[in-house]
């Protein structure tokens, strides 16, 4: 599989887990399949970077790193906000969430918020290990 086709299928995979993060808190089977596609959703970072670091391309493990860090760091500033919106209206705590969905899809869409940052934070320290790669 190239690499080309391992960033759309990231791609496809955190639009998908986007889009069910609107789903209201789902139980059973359905929680199990939304946390089982948040986990798939981080295979091909995984996987690009480890290509990356095995290759020497420190493109790749740079902007892997950046994509992580971005991640966190606006998950981290949404959902600061999002506590603080509980002081204003419903309509800015409801636009502040579903930022916070699209920002972080994997996170929302499994319910489990320490998986998805654990794992974001996984390839933000490997590619941090790894940025001179090459």
């Given amino acids: 599989m190239s690499n080309k086709t391992l960033f759309i299928l990231w791609a496809a995979l955190f639009a998908l887990c986007a889009a069910l993060g609107f789903l209201p808190e789902p139980e059973g089977a359905a929680g199990v399949v939304l946390t089982g596609l948040a986990l798939v959703s981080f295979v091909p970072p995984a996987v690009l970077l480890y290509r990356a670091v095995h290759h ?8 892997i790193r950046n994509l992580a860090g971005l ?3 606006l998950t981290l500033g ?3 906000l999002n506590f603080w919106s509980a002081l204003g209206s419903e309509t800015l705590g409801a636009i502040l969430y579903g930022l916070l969905v699209v920002v972080s899809s994997p996170m929302i869409c499994s319910g489990h918020w320490a998986m998805s940052m654990f794992l974001w934070a996984c390839l933000l320290m490997v590619s ?3 940025r001179k790669a090459g």
């Fill in 128 to 130: 941090l290990r790894y």
């Fill in 56 to 63: 020497g391309d420190r493109h790749t493990v740079l902007l």
């Fill in 78 to 80: 949404l959902l600061m």
């Fill in 71 to 73: 991640s966190l760091g």
